[in-house]
């Protein structure tokens, strides 16, 4: 891959060379607001030069055919956590990305990319930076060092501390988790502090939610916004017009990121699944994203609330941002913004309405300056499309040409889907498996395997968690197999806990194989009637793909087909794990004879 990079490097280097003037001519334009009608587009270096280009252009302007084509603005997705996969908003039309939880280094990187304005195959990133949670809350379970709150008393202090880092916004964290995985989260009076902290030093509050009274008691503290809507089946009239009145006297935004409430109702993103053209752009690591959703199975009814509330917002004039939460299971970054568009519509907002919600709102309630927009002398950040989006919003997905500070991206698109191509015709490092299948030999207290780096303890505890996991190798079975014993504590403390036995076929714990030539895992449990988890890790993601499985006191032999864990490549295979968890306790399971094979 480090071919493929270079090449990429080098065609962005003609670009920035080359770039000079572009004519997009006969275009009709949506310019973040309204539809302007077909105009001359004159782009020139970095910026619009004039949106109603009536003269001569120079001879070495590039002059595009716009007739039946649409100009939007770059789209802003107004949610998203920027952690990998920087080059992929842009090919999507995704030219600024507002990240609501960073580190200090990833923040620093994201201003230091701002100041520069250099980097035209990625996203201009802005970040809230550190978020504000409790002790033990929603945001610390991730491995990453997090300062807390206790009190309101604190406030003024931590906001003081976040805009020393650079923090662009204030991001609260509001969540006390679910009856069966319940989170600390802030109490009221901090949280108001915190807003009230946030607006002494003028710097945006928004607020991530999950319920309707977090909600409306975020917005009644004065919260410019809410990060997040929340699933439910329905939400009484009451609680809708609270809600609502509470959003339009305090002036707020809502970002209700539909696409990962789809995922949290179990539904996948088909429309861009379906969608050959967007899909191409995927890497085998990067497409798995997509596929593996958090609901175990589709609940369309959970959808009900937050469309409804949507509705209302729009209807009462309160301003709607679409944001993905890319980052998350069922999401992607720059694709997914094409699907909550959609999204936007289906719960009422008109095509229009949610184009404004991708481009110039975003940019004005987050103060996002020359961008949102095309006008002259802003930045252009641009999307050439086929069709009418502004009346049929799926237009936004035929993508003719994209434009990041000025800098022409097809090429690089183009580059991409080759690269992903190749990609998939190539076959990946397979190991020699033995003829039996077996991947796992215990004996005197050790577990060897015929290739890769073996079989090793995993926990929550690499990340920050309490869990501990141990085993023991026992006593043949009636066949003459030995049985190795795992025994699990999983604790509190992550915000899905485990504990287990993993196993790496490659010569690191990062090295992909290629395991396509079997297609079942099998293997001998018993145990104490608990739920386990297969998990299978692939290159390039930091989320395992699980298969539950439940034991019984009873030997009994359990297959786990691959074309049944959602998302999985078995091509690009970096882990197979045997896990106790998240539900929290004691575990005691019994293995024997694991096998890869082919059925």
Not at 133 to 158: C, F, K, M, R
Not at 192 to 208: D, G, M, N, S, W
Not at 457 to 465: K, P, Q, V
Not at 540 to 556: A, E, H, M, N
Request: glycine residues 8%.
């Amino acid at each position: 891959m480090k071919t493929a990079s270079a090449l990429l490097f080098a065609l962005l280097l003609s670009a920035q060379a080359h770039a000079a003037s572009t004519l997009i001519e006969n275009v009709r334009v949506f310019d973040g607001e309204k539809y302007l009608g077909q105009r001359n587009v004159l782009i020139s270096g970095k910026k619009i030069k004039d949106i109603n280009f009536h003269g001569k252009a120079d001879r070495d302007t590039q002059v595009i055919d716009g007739r039946g084509r649409t100009l939007l603005p770059g789209l802003i997705d107004a949610h998203v956590h920027a952690f990998k996969d920087f080059e992929l908003a842009t090919l999507y039309g995704v030219t600024t990305e507002i990240d609501m939880f960073a580190a200090q280094p990833g923040l620093r990187e994201f201003n230091r990319n701002l100041q520069a304005q250099d980097v035209p195959r990625e996203a201009d990133i802005y970040s809230s930076g550190m978020l504000a949670t409790a002790p033990n809350g929603h945001g610390t379970e991730y491995g990453i060092a997090v300062e807390t709150l206790t009190q309101a008393s604190q406030a003024q202090a931590w906001v003081d501390a976040r805009i020393k880092e650079g923090s662009h916004f204030i991001k609260i964290v509001m969540e006390p988790g679910s009856p069966q995985h319940a989170v600390s989260s802030l109490d009221t009076e901090t949280v108001k502090a915190l807003i009230q902290a946030a607006h002494r030093r003028q710097k945006l509050a928004v607020v991530h939610i999950s319920n309707v009274q977090d909600a409306i008691t975020a917005l009644d503290a004065g919260a410019d916004g809410l990060a997040h809507l929340f699933v439910g089946k329905g939400i009484s009239a009451r609680e809708l017009q609270r809600l609502t009145d509470s959003a339009k006297r305090h002036h707020a935004f809502v970002i209700p990121t539909f696409t990962v409430l789809e995922s949290i109702a179990g539904i996948q993103s088909k429309e861009l699944l379906e969608d050959a053209q967007l899909s191409a752009l995927l890497s085998k690591a990067q497409l798995p994203a997509l596929k593996t959703v958090y609901g175990k199975s589709p609940d369309p009814d959970l959808l009900i609330a937050p469309k409804q509330v949507t509705a209302a917002l729009a209807a009462a004039g309160v301003s709607i941002l679409a944001g993905t939460d890319a980052g998350n299971s069922g999401t992607q970054y720059g694709i997914s913004i094409h699907r909550e568009l959609s999204a936007l519509v289906e719960a009422g907002l008109t095509p229009a309405a949610a184009l404004t919600a991708a481009t110039s709102a975003p940019a004005k309630r987050f103060h996002l300056a020359e961008r949102g927009r095309i006008a002259n002398g802003y930045l252009a950040d641009l999307l050439l499309v086929e069709g009418s989006p502004d009346q049929h919003i799926r237009d936004t997905k035929r993508i003719v040409e994209v434009w990041k500070h000025g800098f022409a991206l097809n090429e690089l698109r183009s580059q991409k889907a080759d690269i992903v191509l190749k990609e998939k015709q190539e076959t990946g490092n397979r190991p020699r498996l033995p003829a039996n299948g077996r991947i796992a030999t215990f004996s005197e207290q050790k577990i060897s395997s015929p290739f890769g780096m073996g079989w090793h303890t995993s926990s929550d505890a690499m990340l920050g968690g309490k869990s501990q996991i141990q085993y023991q190798v026992m006593d043949a079975q009636s066949d003459g197999d030995a049985v190795l014993r795992m025994s699990a504590k999983v604790n509190p403390g992550f915000a899905f806990p485990w504990a287990g036995l993993s196993f790496f076929p490659g010569q690191d714990q990062t090295q992909a194989v290629d395991l396509s030539q079997v297609n079942v895992l099998r293997l001998k449990i018993r145990g104490d009637g608990k739920m386990y988890s297969i998990a299978f890790s692939i290159r390039g993601s930091f989320i395992p793909l699980s298969y539950r499985i439940k034991s019984t006191q009873d030997w009994q032999e359990v297959s786990v087909p691959f074309n049944q864990v959602a998302g999985l490549d078995p091509t690009i295979i970096t882990a197979i794990a045997i896990n106790a968890g998240p539900e929290t306790g004691e575990y005691q399971l019994d293995i024997a004879d694991i096998r890869l094979l082919r059925e």
